[in-house]
């Protein structure tokens, strides 16, 4: 810890001397009217140069006391927590500094947080250019709604409302990442499925806030859409009886952001790479797919409406007996549009939803046994007449 500090004249920028052995260089050293505070007990520290170029000396920071004793007044536990909090950040940090390697990338920490115990490690800002500011936090313990509040608010004041503000947590994490299965969806096309989460509260109120929630596994982002289960209201014309029931049964999309009350998320994947290419971490493919399923959600829905009005045709209501359509055979390949992927019901006829068509009584089919026999003139005489008639 003696190489790290908060320099409070700096918006509480990290000061890493291992990682910047020079910095020390522009800085006022010793004690700078307490410029620099300890990130473990928050106490004022005095900065340690090398008195010449030559001097083997290794810049550090000292904690106030008596010449030649420098001891943290901190529990080894606390700054086992700080450090550990500091090593996942400069991991990111490292992370977007091979994506960007012009970027100007910083750890930073509210002053007012060093000594205490933070719920929310210091964030990294990510500097491109004068105006391209995105400040990114990595979330390691559980979050309270107040720390998150004030964070969000912090971060508002301190850059600005249109900054970009990303929360990134850790796919295998299970405390942030409560998996929920799959969905799978037709963006462009092909099936594929996407990884469905719930939400915690915090992530929620973070979506709402308008910054960015996502998970991060290797160089990979998943970004959130949200899924909010749905049934079609019945139009006229429409028969939504027997095997089309189920078909009702759909969901629709809320982005770029998850709207609050979504019932689940599903995660699009997005390379880090070409997020770091776009000005503000724009993740222009990620909000491309979103697209293209919310445009796949009103193909669906017209496909299934026209279904709905087929059923409507064949199948006066009087005469569709129900247990007809559970024994007609389940629809093949010709529902083009996603569905989810599990869904509640547990009859086959829900999983698998009917062709309107199965309404159709079903044929007679003839006895198996007891074939037929071909009809002649000469059935109808009297049996003696007909022996007659077949001697040669
Ligand atoms: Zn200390």
Not at 252 to 263: G, N, Q
């Amino acid at each position: 810890m003696s190489q790290l500090a908060v320099d409070t004249a700096d918006d509480g920028r990290i000061l890493d001397l291992r990682r910047e052995p020079g910095a020390c260089a522009g800085l006022p050293q010793g004690r700078a009217d307490g410029r620099y505070r300890c990130l473990a007990c928050g106490g004022r520290l005095v900065l340690q140069r090398p008195a010449s170029p030559a001097s083997r000396f290794t810049p550090r920071f000292r904690h106030g006391g008596a010449p030649g004793v420098d001891q943290c007044p901190a529990s080894a536990q606390h700054q086992a927590d700080v450090q550990a909090d500091l090593t996942t950040m400069l991991a990111l940090c490292d992370q977007l500094l091979r994506v960007l390697p012009e970027a100007c990338c910083r750890l930073r920490l509210d002053p007012e947080l060093a000594g205490g115990r933070w719920e929310i490690p210091p964030a990294l800002v990510v500097r491109r250019g004068e105006s391209d500011v995105a400040v990114l936090e990595r979330p390691r313990r559980l979050l309270a709604p107040a720390a998150v509040a004030r964070r969000l608010l912090q971060v508002r004041t301190q850059y600005g409302d249109a900054t970009v503000h990303w929360w990134l947590f850790d796919r295998d994490d299970p405390l942030h990442c409560d998996v929920a299965g799959t969905v799978n969806v037709q963006p462009h096309g092909t099936t594929i499925a996407h990884p469905k989460v719930r939400p915690t509260p915090a992530q929620r109120q973070i979506a709402a806030a308008g910054a960015t929630v996502c998970w991060l596994i290797s160089d990979t982002v998943l970004l959130p859409y949200g899924g909010h289960p749905r049934s079609y209201a019945r139009q006229p014309g429409e028969d939504w009886s027997g095997g089309m029931a189920s078909w009702r049964r759909d969901w629709t999309i809320s982005h770029p952001h998850p709207a609050d009350r979504a019932a689940w998320w599903g995660l699009v994947p997005q390379a880090l790479p070409a997020l770091g290419r776009q000005p503000g971490f724009r993740p222009v493919a990620a909000l491309n797919t979103m697209a293209a399923l919310e445009r796949a959600e009103h193909g669906r829905e017209r496909h299934r409406r026209r279904r709905a009005r087929e059923h409507a045709q064949r199948c006066p209501p009087q005469t569709a007996p129900v247990q007809l359509a559970a024994t007609a055979p389940p629809l093949s390949g010709s529902e083009p549009l996603e569905a989810p992927a599990a869904p509640k019901a547990a009859s086959p006829a829900a999983v698998a939803p009917l062709s309107p068509s199965s309404c159709e009584p079903p044929r007679q089919t003839p006895p198996l046994h007891g074939r037929r026999r071909r009809f002649t003139w000469a059935s109808l005489l009297p049996r003696r007449w007909r022996r007659r008639q077949t001697r040669p």
